[in-house]
Structure formats: structure tokens, C-alpha cells
């Protein structure tokens, strides 16, 4: 297991879970361990980093950013069986359980990525003959694991850009807080960064970036 950061202590109890559910799920299983103090470089404990590609240091996904934003870690204990994607497209079961210290606050996140493609392949070869479907429960949601802050913000200001329909050259200002407050509600701001990297697919300048975060804070 990678694990040369150093893990503070309330997550330390947690290393020897990695390296147990690692041994049991198998190599086509990736296990990570996060710590919420530090998004930007969260990972500090992972086996079979090659399912996402990831290793330690690796930013907290654009999933965590969303519950972490909401608040939602708190109040749950865990996601099971979503959909999860590597940086190269690869598809993933997913699935999220939230660590709390004593008083219910969010200290880390225990992650298991499944590569289910040999699964499928398998899956495809009995359909054949049996017609077999077996999907996925996920309610919609797509986790990216990205091993860079860059990937994780590209991603997210991508995507809410292209569902919008209208290029950043002709949106209206209106169009341009509406995809700010998107960007917040996806917890994006949390990443360090992130005013620089929104204002540049935008085309306003840094300045205009916070203005329009301001209205959403205010909400205007």
C-alpha cells in the first residue's frame, strides 16, 4: 500500500482497513483512504491506485467535493454501488463510507473502485446465451477520479459549460453566475485555484469571479 504521507492519528486506525479489504476484494479492487482537511492533495492510503490510475496525494473527486459542500457527510455513513469513472474513461462500481470523530464530524473517506470489466465481458458472454441484465443502482451519479487538481476543476467547469448549451463567448452575465452557482453547489471553490481556472473558461477576469460568487452567497 502507498502510504508514505503522514496520516494524522484519527485516520491512522483506519490504514490496516485498507490493506485488509485490498487482500479480500482482489487486485481489480482499488482501495483509498482520504483525508477531508486537505482536498486538493486527499488521498494518503491507497491499494490498486492502477484500477483509477491515482496514487497518494491525488485530489478528492468531483462526488466528495458535491457531499462535502453539502454538508451531506455528516449526516449519512455511506454511498454504495454508483457509478465511478477513471481518468482514461474506464467504467467503475463505486461506492463511499464516510469516517466521523466522536461528535459526528467528517475526519476521512474510505473508497472502494470496482473494475468490473471483466465482469462484463463475462456478463456479455452469458447474455448471449441467457439474456442476462445486470445494471448498475446508482440514482444518476457519475463519479470522475482524477489525479490532479486540474482534472477534477477541468472536468466539473467542462461539463456544467457544455450541459448549459451556450459557449462562455455568448453567454449573458445572468448565464455566467447561474454556471458559478452550479460550480459551487458542486463544492469546485473548494479546490485551491479553482477563481483562476473558472474565470479563464468564462473569459471574465478573477475579480468578476468572485463578484458572481458573491450574488450566489447573496442570492441574487
Known amino acids: 500500500m502507498?502510504?508514505?504521507?503522514?496520516?494524522?492519528?484519527?485516520l491512522a486506525k483506519y490504514l490496516p482497513l485498507v490493506d485488509f479489504l485490498a487482500e479480500v476484494l482482489g487486485n481489480d479492487t482499488e482501495v483509498v483512504l482520504?483525508?477531508?482537511?486537505?482536498?486538493?492533495?486527499?488521498?494518503?492510503?491507497i491499494r490498486n491506485g492502477h484500477v483509477s490510475g491515482r496514487g497518494l496525494g491525488s485530489p478528492a473527486t468531483n462526488v466528495v467535493l458535491k457531499i462535502m459542500q453539502e454538508g451531506r457527510g455528516s449526516k449519512v455513513d455511506y454511498l454504495a454501488n454508483y457509478r465511478g469513472m477513471s481518468a482514461e474513461g474506464k467504467a467503475l462500481r463505486s461506492s463511499t463510507f464516510f469516517l466521523h470523530d466522536a461528535k459526528r464530524k467528517l475526519i476521512g473517506i474510505?473508497?472502494?473502485?470496482?473494475?468490473?470489466?471483466?465482469?462484463?465481458?463475462?456478463?456479455?458472454?452469458?447474455?448471449?446465451?441467457?439474456r442476462l441484465n445486470?445494471?448498475?443502482?446508482?440514482?444518476?451519479?457519475?463519479e470522475?477520479?482524477?489525479?490532479?487538481?486540474?482534472?477534477?476543476?477541468?472536468?466539473?467547469?467542462?461539463?456544467?459549460?457544455?450541459?448549459?448549451?451556450v459557449s462562455p463567448r455568448r453567454m449573458s452575465q445572468s448565464e455566467k453566475i447561474m454556471i458559478?452557482?452550479?460550480?459551487?453547489?458542486?463544492g469546485v471553490f473548494l479546490l485551491k485555484g479553482a477563481i483562476s481556472r473558472v474565470a479563464a473558461k468564462l473569459q471574465v477576469s478573477e475579480p468578476t469571479v468572485y463578484r458572481y460568487l458573491n450574488s450566489v452567497k447573496k442570492g441574487i
Not at 474510505?110 to 441467457?130: A, H, M, P, S
Open 2 to 10: 502507498q502510504r508514505e504521507r503522514k496520516v494524522n492519528a484519527a
Open 34 to 45: 482520504h483525508d477531508v482537511e486537505d482536498v486538493d492533495h486527499s488521498v494518503v492510503a
Open 110 to 130: 474510505l473508497c472502494i473502485n470496482i473494475d468490473t470489466g471483466k465482469l462484463e465481458q463475462f456478463r456479455d458472454y452469458l447474455d448471449g446465451f441467457v
Open 134 to 142: 445486470c445494471e448498475i443502482t446508482d440514482g444518476g451519479i457519475v
Open 144 to 165: 470522475r477520479l482524477s489525479n490532479s487538481v486540474e482534472e477534477v476543476a477541468f472536468d466539473s467547469i467542462e461539463t456544467i459549460i457544455r450541459e448549459s448549451g
Open 180 to 186: 458559478v452557482r452550479k460550480l459551487s453547489e458542486g
